[in-house]
């Protein structure tokens, strides 16, 4: 069974711009969640969608949004690109997003540099 | 908010030593706690704890939970070089889903 998969995995950007990043979950799974991990602050959660519909949401600001797609595939959006965005995007995907039930797997990221 | 402190922040060991690494959380409606091994990119899980007192066991890999002083410990016998690697407590919030609060992490380094 394949894994998560993110794509693109090194993304070199400036400030100003805007970016998409992809993430397609294991086949079956129907929640994706994103989070940022920077050294400064660790893991912290952006979003998790669930059946094309966010359900949670993190304390980011509005430049940072997602979708996710019938097929459960999800791509992440930040608009107006700062320095401190450079950070490395990893994605989740469970079957359900319920803790109890399920194990949620990574995917290898995706490295954002912002210039 | 929820919150999740580990300690040490960075471990330097020998193969063959026992580590042990701690974690703190404090959160409003508890339901469980995570960890999980981040090698390289993709962290990948070790461990769900729920229940207090009860060791939960993968090889040289360990982990209990007390949910009234509100820590976990991670214990690794044995250590070898391929434990190297950042392992990091997470708790959810009380709903039990995968919105985590992850902690800084304990970057364990084993040298031959």
């Known amino acids: 069974k394949a894994g998560v998969t993110q794509t693109p995995r090194y993304l070199i950007k400036t400030r100003g711009q805007q970016v998409t990043l992809s993430c397609s979950p294991i086949?079956?799974?129907?929640?994706v969640s994103w989070y940022q991990q920077t050294p400064g602050q660790g893991l912290q959660f952006l979003f998790e969608?669930?059946?094309?519909?966010?359900?949670n949401k993190g304390n980011f600001p509005g430049r940072f949004s997602g979708r996710q797609f019938s097929n459960s595939r999800s791509e992440m959006n930040v608009s107006t690109l700062e320095l401190g965005d450079s950070a490395l995007y990893l994605c989740?995907?469970?079957?359900?997003?319920?803790?109890?039930?399920?194990?949620?797997?990574f995917g290898p990221g995706t490295r954002l540099t912002v210039l | 908010e929820d919150k999740v402190v580990q300690s040490p922040l960075s471990l330097v060991v020998h193969e063959g030593d026992t580590v042990t690494l701690n974690c703190s959380y404090e959160?409003?409606?508890?339901?469980?706690l995570l960890w999980y091994k981040q090698e390289k990119k993709a962290p990948t899980f070790l461990f769900m704890l729920?229940?207090?007192?009860i060791e939960k066991k993968s090889g040289r890999l360990s982990s209990i939970l007390d949910k009234k002083e509100l820590f976990s410990i991670l214990n690794i016998t044995a250590t070898q070089t391929g434990d190297s690697a950042v392992y990091l407590c997470?708790?959810?919030?009380?709903?039990?889903?995968?919105?985590?609060?992850f902690g800084k992490g304990t970057k364990l380094s084993v040298i031959p």
């Open positions: 959160v409003t409606n508890f339901r469980s």
């Open positions: 969608y669930f059946s094309e519909t966010q359900r």
């Open positions: 989740a995907s469970s079957l359900s997003g319920t803790i109890r039930t399920d194990t949620q797997y």
């Open positions: 086949s079956g799974h129907r929640s």
């Open positions: 997470a708790v959810p919030p009380g709903a039990g889903s995968y919105q985590l609060t």
């Open positions: 729920t229940s207090s007192g």
